[in-house]
T-cell receptor, first 115, second 115 residues
Framework: AQKITQTQPGMFVQEKEAVTLDCTYD???????LFWYKQPSSGEMIFLIY??????QNATEGRYSLNFQKARKSANLVISASQLGDSAMYFC????????????FGKGTMLLVSP | EAGVAQSPRYKIIEKRQSVAFWCNPI?????LYWYQQILGQGPKLLIQ????????DSQLPKDRFSAERLKGVDSTLKIQPAKLEDSAVYLC?????????????FGPGTRLTVL
């Protein structure tokens, strides 16, 4: 079974609008962390936001917020006021606290922001 | 602060040839990771080092892939002999230490094409 599922291969949004990128995860570990990364066409992975499984509040970083619904095992990324520079691949990832604490990535969602 | 450096950025080889990639992590980062990212997928961990020791190499195809991290700083990843399915971007990342909420910083990657 996939540990991280991103069901949207591609998303389109107009500049200045908000967009939600979906991510669901599967784990039996009570302690884990959820990450979102952005990968522009240049190839580097850029860290955006982190949510710990025991965090009481949803994480926010500037225009990025994480809608964490633990019971539903979802960790959707919300980008407010989209900008043209937000066009990129977005990856959701999970790190379980047991074992080697390695990151497992989803397949990604391509976001295109139009003027 | 300098980021994670990788070289070369691009490499084209024929199948059955050998290739090596180099990574210099952020200064002071004890943990180093090599990922393979096949087109259309998220990165997959190949190997994780803590200082100069291997923590996790469970997904490394050891019949053809090898990696080392001498002196706990720079690392090299080698493929010998290469196969067509090895065509991918190879990403190096580093973090201060392993652990649930330790952010991983990624390099720009090496894009390998095997003909």
């Amino acid at each position: 079974a996939q540990k991280i599922t991103q069901t949207q291969p591609g998303m389109f949004v107009q500049e200045k609008e908000a967009v939600t990128l979906d991510c669901t995860y599967d784990t039996s570990d009570p302690s884990y962390g959820l990450f979102w990364y952005k990968q522009p066409s240049s190839g580097e992975m850029i860290f955006l936001i982190y949510q710990g499984s025991y965090d009481q509040q949803n994480a926010t970083e500037g225009r990025y917020s994480l809608n964490f619904q633990k019971a539903r095992k979802s960790a959707n990324l919300v980008i407010s006021a989209s900008q043209l520079g937000d066009s990129a691949m977005y990856f959701c990832a999970m790190r379980e606290n047991s074992g080697y604490s390695t990151l497992t990535f989803g397949k990604g969602t391509m976001l295109l922001v139009s003027p | 602060e300098a980021g994670v450096a990788q070289s070369p950025r691009y490499k084209i080889i024929e199948k059955r040839q050998s290739v090596a990639f180099w990574c210099n992590p952020i200064s002071g980062h004890a943990t180093l990771y090599w990922y393979q990212q096949i087109l259309g997928q998220g990165p997959k961990l190949l190997i994780q080092f803590q200082n100069n020791g291997v923590v996790d190499d469970s997904q490394l195809p050891k019949d053809r892939f090898s990696a080392e991290r001498l002196k706990g700083v720079d690392s090299t990843l080698k493929i010998q002999p290469a196969k067509l399915e090895d065509s991918a971007v190879y990403l190096c990342a580093s973090s201060l230490r392993a652990g649930q909420n330790n952010e991983q910083f990624f390099g720009p990657g090496t894009r390998l094409t095997v003909l």
